[in-house]
């Protein structure tokens, strides 16, 4: 099968055409200045005959767990995700109805948090209210996708099936984000309700105490609003030293600039935490897998996470890597494996599972 992958962003979409080898035969990135709903119109037409097209949905709300085959009542009960990731979704379900209406094959949904979707209640659960948690206040988790293939890939490359690994596996991008994998499955992850949970982002805080969030509300006024533009879009790395490129932060880093310094050990220090206190939703540590465009290229993330996590028996040198590859492997320590992320390929496998029946 042929397979239209559409992966969108808050402000980017990748499309690809996937085929029966996970190989990608053609594809295209557009930013947040291009027409996406015109971009998929022109791909669509130039990819030539497809079987299917599958689109990457980052939440699926109460409802939609798993890959879905879309009719008109699952398009309803997507509407309900939108309040739930209101950055992500409305762009994704625009292309979702562009696709249903101009090019005439089955569409799929992939969503991000079905990964997740059997994670032990223990672990979902906040200690809030119970009429909280009626209305859905739960840990959702994200990155699904790419979490799926990532466990599955770095199970080859170190030629072991998936069943009996136990792996944490960082996503490093934009968004950041980490999952305890056991036998392939997801037990534990960082993000939680929202995607703003967990480590520290290129412009998301990350978690922050609840108790400063509703002190700012209070002493200083600030509106639902305008937490929340501050949170998404004014936080993370961008907050602390004015820019959000990890490539940039780690330029200035190095030359000394005081602020890119702190939020260097900043970002470190919140993602190792988070990666070690995964750790212990496991019998052991495998592997440590990165991924994600910051995971896959950025050697000195890899490293100081490495070293910070050296209790776990992580190693400081690591082998450079050059796509997928295993970076370190000695008997009687974790491996640390690097994994390309590949939505695509995991969104097209989830899609021809669905259509086989």
């Known amino acids: 099968m042929r397979i239209l992958a559409v992966n969108a962003g808050s402000s980017s979409l990748k499309l690809s055409v996937v085929d029966d080898d996970d190989a990608v035969e053609d594809e295209q990135q557009t930013d947040g200045d291009a027409d996406p709903i015109a971009a998929l119109r022109d791909f669509a037409a130039r990819a030539g ?23 008109d009542a699952v398009r309803h009960q997507l509407d309900a995700a939108v309040e739930l990731a209101p950055l992500h979704v409305p762009p994704a379900l625009a292309l979702l109805d562009a696709a249903r209406a101009g090019i005439d094959r089955p569409q799929v949904v992939c969503v991000d948090t079905g990964f997740h979707a059997d994670i032990p209640d223990f672990a979902t659960t906040y200690a809030v209210p119970a009429h909280w948690r009626a209305w859905g206040v739960r840990r959702y988790g994200f990155h699904g996708l790419s979490y799926a293939w990532s466990s599955r890939r770095s199970a080859e490359l170190l030629h072991r099936s998936p069943d009996g690994m136990h792996v944490v596996i960082a996503h490093i991008g934009s968004g950041v984000s980490a999952c305890a994998v056991r036998d392939g499955r997801s037990v534990d992850t960082s993000m939680g309700f929202t995607p703003l949970e967990g480590a ?13 969030l509703l002190w700012l509300q209070d002493y200083h006024g600030l509106s639902v609003g305008a937490m929340t533009r501050s949170l998404e879009h004014g936080s993370g790395l961008l907050g602390l030293c004015g820019m959000s490129d990890i490539r940039d932060v780690e330029r200035d880093a190095a030359l000394g600039d005081a602020a890119c310094v702190l939020a260097l050990d900043v970002y470190v220090h919140v993602l190792s935490r988070v990666i070690g206190g995964l750790a212990t939703s496991l019998d052991r540590l495998d592997a440590l897998v990165f991924t994600g ?16 996590l050296g209790l776990l028996g992580l190693p400081e040198t690591l082998l450079p890597a050059d796509g997928d590859a295993v970076i370190s492997q000695a008997d009687g320590r974790p491996a640390v494996v690097v994994v390309t992320a590949r939505e695509d390929a995991e969104m097209a496998r989830e899609a021809r599972r669905l259509l086989a029946g």
């Not at 599958?54 to 879905?68: F, P, Q």
């Not at 465009?293 to 910070?308: F, M, P, Y």
């Open 293 to 308: 465009g910051v995971g896959e290229h950025s050697v000195l993330i890899r490293t100081r996470v490495c070293t910070r």
């Open 49 to 71: 005959d497809i079987d299917a097209v599958a689109h990457r949905l980052v939440h699926g709300g109460a409802a939609i767990r798993h890959a879905t085959l879309v009719d």
């Open 200 to 212: 520290v982002m290129a412009s998301r805080s990350g978690t922050v105490d609840p108790g400063a």
